[in-house]
């Protein structure tokens, strides 16, 4: 019996995304990632900065701070280093996370705060309608970029893992399971962890992860990846991932010898994180993407390496008071 | 002591050291100044020094420098002139010589007047004193500094390197002999300082020792100056403090006053990074710093901090403050409590990074985006900074607003007295935080009709969950609103709840000679030379009255009353009339006159008194 249903963390404000952008279903999945964990919605704070996705604290039943554009990391810092005890969760999106957030968002990744950040990727400036962001695939006509962008586009788990992240994980908006699990998993990693949302932008970018997010396509396009279970793929779960040579390789399970032993076992918590990267950088269409828990790797986060040293110094410390402080200066009687 | 020698005894000294930036003449001259405060003289001193850490040894710009002024009665600035001068090389003489009163004594390192060392600074003949039309006027006192630190240390396996490093601690001894000081206060900080380094403690307290005693075999036409006890401190336990320091822990104790949790995000930046370095080694009262990836971080996470119900701030100087307006901007819509310390420096842009400056006045009042008021105040002494920043961190608690304290780098990195404060002697802070009454009453928005601060609940409170942000929001529901008219009615709360802080503010003194036809008007780091005009003219017969501002937004309550008694009011600063602006917008019917410098230089005593004579005399 769940403590908390989806319903508890929903705010009284009507939801004004447009109707069938994918942020709605991300934020289901979050409030139902939230009762499944069954934290008190009092405990929670989500932190955003501007942008679409940026309006999703409004809707949440728990305490919020829709704050200025880009700075969302650097907040949702200060909120955890303050006060450690309350679940930080920041949103934003492509834009706001890794075009004029892109510093803090590094940052934050590399000190490994213990806030989970939803990135909503919709690869397009949806906000001010239409414009290209640090996403969006080169070649794209957008609004300020009408003979396609010249720009080569960031990949986020690139990012992430290139700033010594410790935890990656991809979902797409309509897979709900997927992105519920993904979340809680997020929510349970100590340190920074990162969820890119692959949303669809119905307005601005409609069909962005279309290649993908095709019901009939699906399970040949992307691959669910479980900790300790075989890279399996396929509507016929018969394909696999193995290594060749130095790359990833697509095989059928049966085919030119290939046996399910042979397939590659997934495993998150392994600090070198080479194979996490090729596998969140698999592309289309000779690789299926991968989804899921991708990096999970355990380490000291930051507001807990600051509270640990300044309980290190407190135990030492002959200064407890300001008084105590005083008397540490070199003083003399007038 | 040699019975020889001939005592003066002088009101006030003022004593210069200057050198190259590794020559250790910031640790002189604090050495010194400790020693001379501990023995009951007044002190305030003017740290120097260029932002080039080590600039080519012996050239013009990497000079360095520290000034100090011993008192036996007030001393209100570091001094305009120096009566002694240290100097260790050419290039520190010609970089000082404006600084160098008419006749005073030059003490300086004969070794480093060599040929190489005049070329480098520039001179063109092998004398630098008559070069710069010194000679007639100056005594001069050459020491072989370099070599009798050698001589010195001759006993000790050290290299040439570290032998040169100890030519400062001989030019201290000298100093203390001339000063009449014993050296055991100074022996007795060299132990805190070098506590892990034995070898360079032997070294320093050895060549100290020999520069004192140097001084009683050298001639006999050496003065001794006697600067007697000062009668005016108030008894009491001190120390000496610089602004920063004194910032920092100004802070600190509004969070022990508090119990609340104090949070500084913070990016290095001169001159204001010493108040990071400050917090960042008090671990031990639970202060968390962050040093983050930028001014905007450092801001941001500290509003981040705040709403989680830390007592937050943020410390730069000017380019970090520009970078800061937006978040600013924030924790005014947010109605969130920080305290925002800005160390002023010269500007535009990079400017000059370590002089000092009040340009950022305007910046501090309307440098954001829309109807944006925040609270302006100004430490005017290196020491009432810690009174600004505690003052600071309450009005912003108790008015759940942004709070900017103004300082500069002349008080930030001066030092002056400070009497030990009592925490329990501090003014209370009372925080409005929601009661358990209020609990599903109220919103985001809900203030208290009587002041019209709005209540902080914060994250973790049960029954209290609500989204705060930078939107407009619903006066009464909280939610965001575009509505016209709310929009009008929350700029108007926002404005006047800060307006209301005057009502906490103490009203406006007047110094000097109250009766006096001429009001001069200053406001932060530029008391201490206008008072010391004001005093000098005074003992020449001459009235003026000095109105001085700690508090900018909102102004004291009797701003309007008091400048409309007299004729003619001017206002001097640091710039090129920001306050005057400010004045002028807030006080009709009154034709303010301006002095202004913006050399990133202090004023000094002497042009304020020419200029208040000049203004007396029309």
């Known amino acids: 019996m769940l403590l908390y249903t989806a319903k508890d963390f929903k705010s009284d404000q009507y939801v004004r995304w447009c109707p069938g952008c994918g942020d709605h279903g991300a934020i289901g999945s979050l409030q139902k990632a939230m009762a499944e964990i069954g934290v008190d919605p009092n405990q929670i704070a989500v932190i955003s900065g501007i942008g679409c996705s940026s309006r999703l604290p409004y809707y949440m039943n728990t305490y919020g701070f829709h704050t200025i554009h880009g700075r969302g990391a650097a907040i949702a810092t200060g909120v955890k280093v303050a006060n450690p005890d309350l679940m930080v969760w920041q949103i934003t999106g492509d834009g706001d996370c890794l075009a ?96 890119e949302m692959l949303v669809n932008c119905i307005i601005f970018n409609d069909g962005a992860h279309g290649w993908l997010a095709s019901k009939e396509h699906r399970e040949d396009r992307m691959i669910v990846l479980k900790h300790g279970e075989p890279m399996i793929f396929g509507k016929e779960k018969n394909k696999g991932l193995v290594m060749d040579g130095f790359t990833l390789k697509v095989v059928t399970i049966g085919e030119n010898g290939i046996s399910k032993e042979d397939v590659l076992i997934h495993d998150c918590t392994c600090h070198d994180s080479t194979i996490h990267q090729k596998l969140a950088l698999m592309e289309g269409p000779d690789f299926p993407i991968a989804m899921g828990v991708i990096r999970s790797v355990d380490e000291e986060s930051y507001d807990e390496a600051v509270y640990n040293q300044v309980a290190q110094i407190q135990k030492v410390t002959k200064v407890k008071t300001f008084e105590d402080l005083l008397a540490t200066l070199d003083t003399w009687e007038m | 002591m040699s019975d020889k020698m001939n005592f003066i005894e002088k009101e006030h000294v003022v004593i210069r050291f200057s050198g190259d930036s590794g020559d250790g003449m910031q640790l002189t001259g604090t050495l010194f100044s400790n020693i001379s405060a501990i023995l009951g003289n007044e002190i305030s001193t003017f740290p120097d020094y260029p932002s080039e850490i080590r600039a080519p040894q012996g050239t013009l710009g990497g000079v360095s420098g520290f000034q100090v002024h011993l008192g036996s009665s007030r001393v209100y600035t570091p001094g305009d002139e120096a009566d002694i001068f240290v100097v260790m090389n050419p290039a520190a003489l010609k970089v000082n010589v404006k600084g160098i009163k008419k006749n005073g004594i030059i003490i300086f390192d004969i070794d480093s007047f060599d040929d190489k060392h005049l070329e480098k600074a520039g001179f063109t003949t092998d004398n630098p004193f008559e070069e710069l039309k010194l000679s007639e006027t100056i005594q001069l006192i050459p020491v072989k500094l370099s070599s009798l630190t050698k001589e010195s240390l001759k006993e000790f396996d050290f290299d040439f ?31 805190t300082k070098f506590k892990k380094k034995p070898d360079i403690l032997k070294a320093n307290t050895k060549v100290l020792v020999d520069g004192f005693n140097y001084g009683q075999n050298i001639d006999a036409s050496i003065s001794i100056f006697q600067v007697n006890k000062s009668q005016c401190i108030k008894p009491g336990t001190y120390t000496s403090i610089s602004g920063n320091k004194a910032a920092a822990w100004g802070l600190i104790a509004a969070s022990q006053k508090t119990g609340l949790q104090l949070f500084l995000g913070s990016y290095p930046i001169t001159p204001a990074t010493d108040i990071l370095q400050e917090l960042s080694e008090r671990k031990d009262l639970g202060v968390i ?108 608690l108790e008015y759940m607003t942004p709070v900017i304290l103004l300082t500069d780098a002349f008080i930030g990195n001066g030092s002056s007295l400070w009497k030990l404060p009592k925490l329990s002697e501090l003014p209370e802070i009372s925080i409005p935080f929601v009661s358990a009454e209020m609990k599903g009453k109220i919103k985001v928005t809900s203030r208290n009709d009587g002041n019209m601060v709005r209540y902080w609940a914060i994250p973790g409170m049960e029954g209290f969950a609500h989204r705060n942000g930078g939107l407009e929001k619903d006066y009464d529901k909280g939610a965001i609103s575009t509505d016209p008219a709310n929009h009008q009615k929350m700029v108007t709360a926002r404005q006047t709840k800060v307006n209301n802080v005057s009502e906490l503010i103490p009203e406006l003194v007047v110094e000097g000679s109250k009766d006096a036809s001429l009001l001069v008007i200053g406001w932060g780091g530029t008391h201490g030379h206008i008072i010391s005009a004001i005093n000098s003219l005074k003992k020449e017969g001459e009235k003026v009255a000095l109105a001085h501002f700690n508090y900018i937004n909102p102004l004291p309550k009797n701003t309007v009353e008091i400048i409309k008694q007299y004729k003619k009011v001017v206002v001097c600063e640091l710039n090129s009339g920001q306050f005057a602006t400010f004045l002028r917008s807030k006080v009709e019917g009154v034709a303010f006159c301006q002095y202004n410098k913006v050399e990133g230089q202090p004023f000094t005593v002497l042009e304020l008194k020419e200029c208040f004579k000049k203004y007396l005399e029309e």
């Open chain 2, 161 to 191: 390197k570290t032998m040169a490093r100890s030519k400062n601690m001989f030019a201290l001894g000298l100093i203390c002999f001339l000063f009449n000081r014993s050296i055991d206060h100074a022996t007795h900080f060299l132990e």
């Open chain 1, 100 to 195: 004029i957030g892109g510093n803090h968002f590094i940052h934050s990744v590399r000190r490994n705060v213990d806030i989970n950040v939803l990135l909503f990727n919709n690869e397009i400036y949806g906000l001010t309608k239409g414009q290209y962001s640090p996403t969006t695939k080169k070649g794209f006509a957008t609004k300020t970029s009408p003979f396609g962008t010249v720009e080569r586009p960031f990949r986020p788990a690139e990012l992430t893992i290139g700033s010594r992240g410790t935890f990656f994980a991809r979902a797409l908006d309509v897979d709900i399971r997927t992105s519920v699990d993904v979340m809680i998993a997020a929510a349970k990693h100590k340190g920074t962890s990162v969820v």
């Open chain 2, 289 to 396: 710093t962050v040093q983050c990836e930028d001014e905007i971080a450092g801001i941001t996470t500290a509003i981040g901090a705040s709403f989680a119900g830390n007592l937050a701030a943020t410390n730069t100087s000017g380019p970090g403050l520009a970078l800061k307006s937006e978040a600013i901007g924030l924790a005014v819509m947010a109605e969130l409590p920080l305290v925002i310390i800005n160390v002023m420096r010269s500007g535009p842009s990079t400017g000059m990074p370590t002089k000092t400056e009040q340009t950022d006045l305007l910046q501090a009042l309307y440098g954001r985006n829309g109807e944006s008021p925040v609270v302006v105040l100004a430490a005017s002494t290196p020491d009432n900074c810690f009174h600004y920043a505690y003052m600071a961190s309450k009005i912003a």
